[in-house]
């Protein structure tokens, strides 16, 4: 197996296919490095490829009628993004901007659609792990149309702090510099509410924040507030 074959198999949706299979998307894959801060499609161009991160954090956003930006999603190795993925016509619904150096493998959507055609296993096993992430994106819709704001803020700290691999003095570092804004834009609320939240679980010894790090002390401890 290839080094670009093994990366590819680390992507959850391509885990199920034969070495045979992830060799023939190979063929129509490529791989490319974005600096920090560079942009990898802007929101309203037309959609040609869709993409997978192998290192770094992506965020997407849209700018509101006053220019500022709206923070989508903060996306991590193995995720695909936009979410609208191979079958869709439709353009970019978001820009997509590299928060740190990324290495992204980038597959066009006509050749993957002609490879799927080609060969209906590979369509199969692709469209399961699909509907395995729309459950999971229902989910999280779910919790915001649920939940109330205290709630949707810890499963969101409780979600990127399963997606981290950082850690430092035994406290769990979200994998990419997020503002309070952009957290409140991520659970559908203010700022300020963000902020009352943020600094409760300060006094309560749960989270650091800082030069706009968060720090997760006691993530059991954070868990427990749900109960």
């Known amino acids: 197996m290839?080094?670009?074959t093994a990366l590819l198999k680390s992507i959850p949706i391509f885990s199920e296919l034969t070495t045979y299979e992830l060799a023939q998307v190979e063929t129509i894959s490529i791989l490319r490095d974005y600096e920090k801060k560079s942009y990898i499609f802007m929101e309203g161009e037309k959609r040609e490829a869709v993409y997978f991160?192998?290192?770094g954090t992506i965020k997407t956003f849209k700018l509101d009628s006053n220019g500022k930006e709206q923070l989508i999603s903060l996306l991590y190795p193995g995720d695909m993004f936009p979410h609208v993925g191979f079958f869709d016509d439709s353009p970019y619904p978001a820009t997509a901007e590299a928060v740190v150096k990324a290495q992204l493998v980038m597959i066009q959507i006509e050749e993957f659609n002609?490879?799927?055609?080609?060969?209906?296993?590979i369509a199969l096993k692709v469209m399961k792990i699909l509907g395995q992430k729309i459950q999971a994106l229902t989910q999280r819709i779910q919790e915001l149309i649920s939940d109330d704001v205290y709630?949707?803020?810890v499963n969101t700290l409780i979600r990127?702090?399963?997606?981290?691999d950082r850690s430092e003095d035994g406290m769990l570092i979200l994998n990419a510099p997020i503002t309070n804004q952009d957290f409140a834009n991520m659970v559908g609320s203010s700022r300020e509410t963000i902020n009352r939240?943020?600094?409760?679980f300060k006094k309560e010894g749960l989270l650091e924040i800082n030069k706009r790090k968060i720090k997760i002390i006691d993530l059991e401890g954070l868990k427990q507030t749900l109960k």
Do not use: M, V, Y
């Not at 990127?160 to 981290?164: F, G, M």
């Open 2 to 4: 290839s080094d670009q």
């Open 53 to 55: 991160i192998q290192k």
């Open 114 to 121: 002609a490879l799927l055609i080609e060969r209906p296993g």
């Open 151 to 153: 709630h949707r803020t």
């Open 160 to 164: 990127l702090a399963s997606e981290s």
């Open 197 to 200: 939240i943020f600094n409760q």
